[in-house]
């Protein structure tokens, strides 16, 4: 079919070399940074060719008309000529809808890649509220800037706080809005590192204007040191205070009481330096080595009484974090040396 | 009897007219007579627009720097809301129908009045009512929630929202009751000897938009009564805290305000079929297309509601249909551009006022339908939306259509409803400014849109600022060609030559009555023909008009 292979030159995905793919921005429309951009300018490019050439037609049509036919003088009566003919009328209502069909296919094959995530898309969180954006990332970390990786399917899965929102990034050609009550989502993938403006398209109220953020699209590795970096949340605050945010974020709050009653695991008051018996007979105490090895291989030694339930943290914390944990529980305990004052919030007092 | 005598006395201007046959507040605020009512109409609607008009120049001067220039956020808010409120609901929905309309239906009809009078004034009561309320809400305060009320924002924002919609619902029934008007005259009181193909084409510009506005309004009325009934009683309809479903208002919304934009264009169109087949002196080329695609366009402007949600979460399926009927309605539109060519094609063309206006509205319009294409198409509106394009395309459409043709249509009934001609030659230069000022304010809009700038910012990105200062000195431009068109046909009801009945040539029926005309618009019964025919007139240089040539058809 024409139309199909039309539909491939035209189509990003399909044709895999899109001739359009990145770029400067043009008179028209602004920089192209999303993968999908290529492939909406070229059919902004086929309709604006089209209408250009017909505008031109009819206006010239127009001009000569206006001038060939003005009125010489007054009471000058026009030849006769006919006031319809069926052939040209049916002819010229064919060939626009011809033009508005193949325009809408194109709209909608281009339409359909950009509503089709991969699944491997990396997912990123946003709210809107009046009026400001927050981007929330897998590892829980939020940030009112967008920073995203390079040449990596993205997608954001967005809701609002309060009003209707509307995520826009001119320069990757996408749009969404954001309802409150509801997910909607969008993806793209950057291709050009470098800053775009994000705007609040939706009227929103007093600040509309103002809900403008940044889309900073960083290279593969940029990115992933980047987030790295800005993740750490252990940075400004003391090790025992790093461990207690530990031990909220990641999630050992959710087994592990800090006042003593046993949940799904042991509770942590106390824990630090005390004897463990393991269910497979042996013992040992809880140092150091024993809560770094229980966070990273917790199936190897489980406590008697418990359930070989918990989840490896593997890959997921870092050495620091998990330094600054045992900080913490030393602080819960009095078999550990308290070199600092017993501080931590929700531990009840001895 | 012919109508030799009554078309051809002198200008009637000083003997006994609708104008002067009665005098005093109430003959007019409780006139039965369309004329007078179309007149009333047409004041009001002018005043409003002067009003929408001054605070688009409040919004275009704000938007000259990229911060603040002479108002605040919440002030900026509330002007564009107050803008597009006044102008869609005050200005433009009853423009064309209620004001020139009016005037011009019975007349056309070669009828005394509309089938109901009485109709007629209530709609009008009803408009200045509503009217009325609609500007308390400035009093109270004003409105910051856009022209469209979206909920959630119109449901929680603390401005005057409930006044200002309570007003958009009485405004409604004025709406209906004029189209009902409309349709009923039109069904009952053709002369005999005019089929529905024998009448001029702005009877069926105004019969499809009476239409849409008895289908449609309800649904506007419904809509707003129960954002209302949100907002005083806390009731959950659209807001999602209250349980309710925000979508859910944009379909309601856009059910009726889709096809309202055709309530808007199509009886525009109907002047141009007039203006350019008078001043080609050509009859119109494929009249019944033209009829037709009136027809087909207010059938169609039911179904394609959903293309202003593109982005809103509707499903794909919901948005490719929407995109597919969409498309739909832009071919009887082409259809009716190539007619209006096609009908200057051989003829004599006489480029008075209205003839620019109409050829200005064959530019702009052109240029606002094929921008349609761009919002129509599912890839580029997710990228368009929501940004200046789109207020671009609605000012070419709205204004480079809808308000040029209306300027057509009242330079070229200024002659009949004030039986003055107004001075040509302003009369030109100003339609020349006004097309310049308008290009130049809102081209630049696609532009900036089509660079992302979003729309209803009061502060924006730097980059844009080239842009908005262009568009803003274009509005200035335009400004000055409104004063002098206000200035020159104030002066024409003064100063300006008595018309004679047919100074332009026109062959529909309103110009076999005197102008202005008579209180029953005929002192002879006039006579039925083919409404584009112009054969059986001559123009008389004596009165500056034409006149009917003795009928020799007239003994059947």
Not at chain 2, 200 to 205: E, F, I, K, R, T
Not at chain 2, 526 to 544: E, F, K, L
Request: proline content about 6%.
């Amino acid at each position: 079919m024409i139309l199909s292979g039309l539909v491939n030159t035209l189509s990003v995905r399909g044709a895999g070399v899109p001739f359009l793919a990145t770029g400067d921005g043009t008179f028209w429309l602004p920089v192209r940074a999303s993968e999908a951009a290529g492939a909406v300018d070229n059919l902004f490019y086929f309709i604006f060719w089209i209408s250009l050439f017909f505008f031109t037609l009819l206006m010239a049509l127009l001009a000569i008309f206006a001038v060939r036919y003005r009125r010489r003088r007054e009471g000058e009566e026009p030849e006769p000529s006919p006031s319809h003919n069926l052939a040209v009328e049916v002819v010229w209502t064919a060939i626009p809808v011809l033009l508005v069909a193949a325009i809408f296919w194109f709209g909608f094959q281009a339409y359909v890649d950009m509503s089709s995530p991969p699944l491997d898309s990396y997912q990123i969180q946003v709210t809107g509220q009046k009026w400001k954006w927050t981007f929330t990332y897998p590892n829980g970390y939020v940030d009112e800037l967008l920073h995203v990786p390079a040449d990596r399917p993205v997608q954001l899965v967005m809701t609002s706080q309060d009003v209707i929102h509307s995520l826009s990034i001119p320069a990757f050609r996408i749009k969404r809005d954001l309802v409150p009550g509801r997910y909607s989502k969008a993806w793209f993938t950057a291709v050009r590192p470098g800053d775009y403006d994000l705007y609040c398209a939706e009227y929103c109220g007093t600040q509309h204007s103002s809900m403008i953020s940044t889309v900073k699209v960083l290279a593969p590795e940029a990115f992933d040191a980047w987030l790295r970096e800005h993740s750490d949340i252990l940075s400004g605050l003391t090790p025992a205070e790093g461990g207690e945010r530990v031990y909220n974020v990641l999630g050992c709050k959710q087994c592990h009481s800090l006042d003593g009653a046993a949940g799904v695991g042991p509770t942590f008051r106390n824990l630090f330096g005390s004897e463990r018996s393991f269910k497979d007979g042996g013992r040992a105490t809880a140092d150091e080595n024993y809560v770094s090895s229980s966070v990273l291989d917790p199936q190897s030694r489980v406590v008697q009484g418990f359930e070989p339930v918990m989840p490896t943290f593997k890959g997921r914390i870092k050495d620091q974090e998990i330094t600054a944990l045992i900080a913490f529980l030393k602080t819960l305990s009095v078999h550990a040396p308290q070199d600092a004052a017993p501080a931590a919030a929700g531990a009840g007092t001895p | 009897m012919s109508t030799h005598d009554a078309t051809a006395a002198p200008p009637a201007v000083g003997s006994e007219n609708y104008l002067n046959c009665s005098h005093g507040f109430r003959s007019w605020f409780f006139t039965l007579d369309h004329k007078r009512i179309g007149v009333m109409y047409l004041a009001s609607i002018l005043s409003f627009f002067l009003l929408g008009g001054i605070l688009a120049l409040l919004i275009r001067t704000e938007l000259l720097t990229p911060t603040r220039t002479l108002m605040s956020a919440d002030d900026y808010n509330k002007v564009f809301t107050l803008h597009g409120a006044i102008m869609i609901f005050l200005f433009i929905i009853p423009g064309i129908p209620a004001a020139l309309g009016n005037f011009v239906l019975p007349l056309m009809l070669g009828a005394k009045d509309v089938a109901l009078p009485r109709l007629n004034l209530a709609s009008y009561h009803l408009y200045l009512i509503g009217a009325l309320i609609a500007v308390l809400s400035i009093v109270q305060g004003g409105v910051d929630a856009g022209w469209t009320f979206y909920a959630p924002y119109s449901t929680t924002t603390n401005t005057a929202v409930v006044t200002l919609t309570f007003g958009v619902f009485v405004l409604g029934f004025s709406s209906v009751f004029t189209g009902l008007n409309f349709i009923v005259t039109m069904h009952k009181m053709r002369p005999a000897g005019m089929g529905w193909f024998d009448m001029p084409l702005m009877l069926w510009a105004l019969y499809a938009t009476s239409i849409i506005q008895v289908l449609a309004t309800p649904i506007l009325g419904i809509t707003m009564v129960l954002l209302i009934v949100e907002r005083v009683m806390g009731i959950g309809i659209f807001d999602p805290a209250l349980g309710g479903d925000p979508v859910l208002y944009q379909h309601f919304f856009w059910f009726y305000s889709h096809p309202a934009v055709y309530i808007m264009i199509l009886p525009a169109m109907g002047i141009i079929s007039e203006v350019v087949s008078v001043f080609s002196r050509k009859h119109i080329f494929g009249y019944r297309a033209i009829a037709y695609s009136s027809i087909a366009i207010a059938a169609f402007s039911f179904l394609v509601w959903g293309h202003h949600m593109f982005t809103s979460g509707q499903s794909e399926l919901m948005n490719m249909i929407f995109s597919a009927l969409t498309f739909s309605v832009s071919i009887p539109s082409a259809v009716k551009m190539f007619n209006w060519l096609s009908t200057m094609y051989k003829g004599s063309i006489r480029f008075d006022t209205p003839m620019i206006y109409a050829l200005s509205f064959m530019f702009l319009f052109g240029i606002g339908g094929l921008t349609g294409l761009f919002l129509g198409s599912l890839a580029t509106d997710i990228h368009l939306h929501d940004t200046y394009f789109v207020v671009a395309h609605f000012h070419y459409v709205m204004f480079g259509g809808t308000v040029i043709a209306f300027l057509a249509g009242l330079h070229y009934w200024w002659p009949k409803m004030f039986g003055r001609m107004y001075d040509e030659k302003w009369g030109r230069i100003s339609a020349i400014i006004i097309s310049v000022g308008f290009n130049i304010t809102f081209f630049t809009q696609f532009v900036m849109g089509s660079q992302g700038m979003p729309r209803r910012y009061y502060a924006y990105v730097d980059k844009f600022e080239p842009y908005h200062v262009i568009s803003s000195f274009g509005s200035y431009l335009m400004a000055a060609g409104f004063f002098m068109t206000a200035w020159y046909l104030v002066k024409s009801l003064y100063r300006g030559r008595p018309a004679p009945a047919n100074p332009w040539g026109g062959a529909a029926m309103e110009w076999q009555a005197a102008s202005p005309p008579v209180l029953h618009n005929f002192t002879e019964e006039p006579v039925v023909g083919d409404p584009y025919d112009y054969s059986n007139q001559d123009y008389d240089p004596a009165i500056g008009g034409y006149v009917l040539r003795k009928p020799e058809v007239s003994d059947r």
